[in-house]
């Protein structure tokens, strides 16, 4: 509890981060309690209605009850930018781990490769799979949006790494005899560990950044709801020509949330990290 307390009054934005997101955790969490998730469903209630206290934050032209997307929608899009950021940077930090640690050939291909992928532009890669897949879902938007956001992780672990193999304590730990995967295990990755935890809440933002700027343009999967694709059948619909602000609003302000939070989270996350940044403040 006194850790915990001496957290909030150090870095109050990552206690208002963590709240802002733990509370649109719960309230997604509580959806089947507060309201009837099947209201989400196409031709659910009478399209285009406005707030009421039947539905109260209306419904859009499919006749779906917004607030009732609200809540079936935020899991997913947490859930895209969750699992991309987790697969993206695991592959990048663990790709990055050894292009450091082992340097040589695998650091020269590792390197390469990651060089030639940040030179692709990703909104072009995602376009293109987007529209040649026939039912983009959930999961594989995740797959795809990971695939992509591995090069950068892997060039800061890469770095990371190769300052740490050559502290004092390195040399120590090869002087009592302890093999490579030992060092890597018991001195690299915990060194590594605030990092890398600042470092997913970054690729959880991009995820969901990547993922809300595809579905907006209608290459986000047509049969399950996001808030990227609330946005997309909002725009679709007219809805701000034709003055439908509940159409439109709540998932633009969900998305608002979500990257407040994740913004505090994260730079409170960093001013724990890094030193420097505390000293300063």
């Known amino acids: 509890m006194r850790r915990a307390l001496n957290l909030a009054r150090e870095e109050p934005g990552l206690i208002i981060g963590l709240v802002i997101l733990g509370g649109l955790a719960a309230l997604s969490a509580m959806a089947p309690l507060l309201v009837d998730v099947s209201l989400a469903e196409i031709g659910a209630a009478r399209p285009r209605r406005p707030p009421g206290a039947q539905h109260w934050l209306g419904t859009d032209g499919q006749g779906r009850d917004v607030l009732a997307s609200l809540l079936v929608a935020t ?91 050559e502290r004092p304590w390195i040399d120590v730990a090869r002087l009592n005899g302890q093999s490579g995967v030992a060092i890597v295990a018991r001195e690299i990755l915990p060194n590594l560990a605030p990092y890398l935890a600042a470092s997913f809440v970054v690729a959880v933002s991009t995820a969901i950044l990547a993922t809300v700027g595809l579905e907006a343009l209608g290459l986000g999967p047509q049969n399950e709801l996001t808030l990227g694709m609330m946005i997309y059948w909002a725009q679709y619909g007219g809805a701000i020509l034709r003055g439908m602000w509940w159409w439109w609003a709540p998932p633009v302000l969900a998305l608002i949330a979500i990257f407040v939070a994740l913004f505090l989270i994260s730079t409170g996350m960093d001013r724990l990290v890094n030193v420097r940044l505390r000293a300063a403040s």
């Open 75 to 165: 899991p997913r899009t947490l859930f895209i930018g969750l699992l991309a950021g987790l697969i993206g940077l695991g592959l990048g930090g663990a790709l990055g781990l050894v292009a450091g640690w082992f340097r040589g050939a695998a650091d020269a291909v590792i390197r390469t490769v990651a060089d030639v992928f940040m030179t692709i532009p990703a909104i072009a890669v995602l376009v293109l799979v987007g529209t040649s897949v026939r039912s983009m879902s959930v999961a594989l938007m995740a797959l795809v949006v990971a695939g992509l956001s591995w090069m950068a992780p892997a060039r800061a672990v890469r770095a990371q790494v190769l300052s740490l193999r």
